[in-house]
Every structure is written in C-alpha cells, then in structure tokens.
C-alpha cells in the first residue's frame, strides 16, 4: 500500500491553531478534493471533529484512543492506532492511503510516507499548536511545484508542491 501525506502548511510547518486552520484558501480545498476523492483518507479525532459530516466519496478512517464507534458517522471506520489501521487496509490490499492529519497523526507517519503533497502558504504563524514535520531534501526530491499569488479570495501566496521520498 502506497501511503501519502496531504496537507496544507506555513512556511514554519504550522497546520493549525487550536481547533482551527489558519487561513482560508478555496483552492486548496479544490486539490484536497481533486487528490483524495474516491480513496481512503486517515485522520486522528481533532480532525474528525472539525468536520460536519463525512466528505463525499472518500472512505473515512479516524484513529482515536477515546471516542466510541457510537461517536461517528456509520460509514466512518475507528482503529485505536494507527498499526493496527494500517495492517487492516494492507490486508483489505488498499492500493493508497492519505494521511489528513492532524499534526500528532502527522508526526506518526511521516516515516511510512512515499509522498506528500503539500499547499505551502507562504506566511508564518507564530502562534501554532500543530505541525507538519519538516521535509529534508536529503530525503525527498521535489517533483511539481505550482506557485499561486493571492488574490481576492485566497489571503496568502502558496504554491501546491509534491514530494517523494528517495529510494535508500
């Protein structure tokens, strides 16, 4: 199974501020769709709670230690680590999965990931409480970068990029 990050992230790799994302950029939202629809998404219960419902045509896997199956959605799958998630869907032969955070779930996987795919804003948040794990070229090579100015409706410059991880 092939294992892939997505997110959005400052230019000091903050992914939030408390319950919240930090800025408002209706593209991104369209590449996170375009990217993750009609595959597994795996997120950990503070992402899952910034949600309404589950989004359309993804397959929703949230790992948590405390909330209940009784706490989600019926189609929305709960594993207690992200082991025991990841050994599931490798024996299901899951072809991709996308780790959407947060910062915690982030930190756990980045070793398992073959590529990110990554909107980096460029401003600095000084008052982050999530991060995205900081992308060594020594490791990674990047493969697209799609630069964007802001505009009326997107607040900061970013610029979509993708990464994959160096063959050892």
Same mark, same amino acid.
């Given at each position: ?19 919240? =994302? &930090? $800025? ?16 597994? =998404?795996?997120?950990? *219960? ?12 993804? *397959? ?8 209940? &199956? ?11 680590? #992200?082991?025991?998630? #990841?050994? @599931? ?6 072809? @991709?999965?996308?780790? #959407?955070?947060?910062?915690? #779930? ?18 600095? =948040? ?23 100015? *802001? ?11 993708? $990464? ?5």
């Amino acid at each position: 199974m092939k294992i892939y990050g997505i997110v959005a992230a400052s230019e000091n790799n903050v992914v939030g501020v408390g319950q919240n =994302i &930090p $800025w408002h950029l209706p593209d991104d939202f369209k590449y996170f769709k375009a990217i993750t629809l009609d595959h597994y =998404i795996l997120m950990g *219960k503070n992402t899952w709670l910034t949600f309404v419902k589950p989004l359309p045509r993804r *397959k929703h896997i949230v790992v948590s230690k405390t909330l209940q &199956p009784s706490d989600l959605s019926k189609d929305v799958r709960l594993f207690s680590d #992200i082991s025991e998630a #990841i050994r @599931e869907l490798e024996a299901e032969n899951v072809p @991709e999965l996308f780790i #959407i955070g947060g910062g915690k #779930i982030y930190e756990q996987t980045f070793d398992l990931m073959d590529r990110v795919y990554i909107t980096r804003v460029h401003t600095t =948040i000084d008052n982050g409480t999530a991060f995205f794990p900081k992308i060594n070229p020594k490791h990674w090579t990047l493969i697209e970068s799609e630069p964007h100015t *802001k505009d009326a409706k997107h607040q900061y410059d970013y610029t979509f990029e993708v $990464w994959e991880r160096k063959q050892q």
